[in-house]
């Protein structure tokens, strides 16, 4: 038994020990190469402001909130995390990134609004010439007339090998499938064009014309010519960045400052020092050596739950700091629970070992059910909230229940089981 408690013992050690090098800003190995991401209150950012195009919109509000999920998606990839992405009035959407200070590196980040469309060969009178579609990769002599297939038809755009392995003699493409009224559209059209090309334009430049070869009837197409896996991932990119439910132009775009700024980082910090010593200060009074004990627990969950928040990441804002505090107050209830068990298990006789072990025992189910419900709280907030800060408090609670539980459970138990073990058990009672 003493054997497995020191074992565990060591095991905390460890933990605790890279969660300090990870929290440490100046620590010798990861302080500096993990930082601390801070929200768009705190540090500013960038702000950006779309407007959509709704003019021939069936469902305004659902291709509104279909654009909105398709910016999400694309800064969600390219990892920024806790953005803000919110509609305004009945055709704008606000994004903000925090941390980004340049507005251009910020709009690279999130995919230009391509206006996608395909275009068949045609002829001097009906169509343009390729000088007023130009792309200097490629060239497409001629004529071309625009068709009524665009990128609110195409639903995927992708990146693969002919053969289906990377083997040496395979050549890279990208596939494309359109939804069922992009998949007629694109029937009628490759029927009517065999032997001809097809060219497929992003923000008024052919990016690529293959040549029709037969008949597409399953609303599918592979793109050939890449030259290299390179070149099929940057045009399944491109592709799928003109994948838009409507048309939408960037209007507006400004840094913002922080509205809190490091002065309130650092009194947001002191208040969570402070709600520490507070709690360390009660339950030093009133369970006096495991209060102790506790509170040590309290310091090694802020230094673990600290050390996830970097590694994740967690983008904190005022209400992530928020949660976070919370979480500290949160902790000590586990904790509580605990020593009032072990008050009645040493009351009725038992010795200091067994009342330890029965205390945890009995109060599992207390604390398993409290913290459990904390948990699904957290799990609504995060997935349904629509802005990034409600997304944050409900991410830094969540992670600081589960850090709690195992302070209090695993770090809390076995240095009291160890005390416990040596002549200086008596110091325990509660």
């Not at 627990?297 to 949660?323: Q, R």
Request: proline share 3%; with cysteine.
């Amino acid at each position: 038994m003493k054997k497995n408690l020191w074992i565990m013992l060591s095991t905390i050690v460890i933990v605790v020990t890279l969660s300090v090098f990870i929290v440490l800003p100046q620590s010798p190995f990861w302080g500096t190469q993990i930082k601390a991401m801070l929200g768009l209150d705190l540090v500013g950012g960038t702000e950006l402001v779309y407007e959509a195009d709704l003019s021939k919109s069936i469902d305004k509000a659902k291709d509104l909130t279909n654009l909105s999920n398709i910016f999400r998606k694309r800064i969600d990839e390219l990892g920024v995390s806790e953005p803000t992405i919110q509609t305004t009035g009945s055709d704008r959407i606000i994004i903000e990134l925090p941390g980004i200070k340049d507005i251009n590196t910020a709009i690279s980040r999130i995919g230009q609004t391509y206006d996608l469309v395909f275009m068949t060969e045609s002829t001097e009178g009906v169509g343009v010439q390729m000088n007023d579609y130009y792309d200097p990769t490629y060239t497409y002599p001629g004529y071309w007339a625009k068709s009524d297939l665009t990128g609110s038809n195409l639903t995927k755009a992708d990146y693969t090998f002919e053969t289906g392995s990377s083997t040496v003699n395979s050549q890279p493409v990208v596939t494309i499938k359109f939804d069922n009224v992009g998949k007629e559209k694109f029937q009628t059209i490759t029927k009517d064009n065999i032997n001809k090309r097809i060219a497929i334009v992003l923000d008024n430049k052919i990016v690529s014309a293959p040549n029709v070869q037969t008949e597409i009837t399953d609303g599918s197409a592979i793109i050939t010519g890449s030259k290299d896996l390179k070149e099929a991932q940057e045009l399944s990119r491109r592709l799928n960045e003109g994948i838009l439910p409507v048309p939408a132009k960037l209007i507006g775009q400004q840094n913002v400052g922080a509205t809190l700024g490091q002065d309130s980082l650092k009194k947001s910090m002191v208040a969570g020092i402070i709600g520490l010593f507070l709690v360390g200060l009660f339950m030093l009074i009133h369970y006096r050596i495991p209060g102790l004990l506790a509170t040590f627990s309290l310091v090694i969950y802020s230094l673990i739950a600290l050390a996830l928040f970097k590694l994740i990441p967690v983008t904190l804002s005022l209400a992530g700091i928020a949660g976070f505090i919370l979480s500290i107050g949160m902790a000590i209830d586990a904790n509580i629970l605990i020593f009032e068990r072990m008050r009645e298990e040493i009351r009725s006789g038992k010795e200091i070992s067994l009342s330890i072990k029965d205390g945890f025992k009995r109060s599992w189910s207390s604390i398993r059910d409290s913290n459990f419900s904390s948990l699904i709280t957290c799990v609504i907030l995060y997935i349904f909230a629509g802005s990034g800060p409600v997304r944050g408090f409900a991410l830094t609670l969540g992670v600081g229940i589960l850090v709690s539980l195992f302070t209090a459970i695993t770090v809390t138990r076995t240095i009291l089981l160890i005390i416990a073990s040596t002549k200086a058990r008596r110091v325990l009672n509660v």
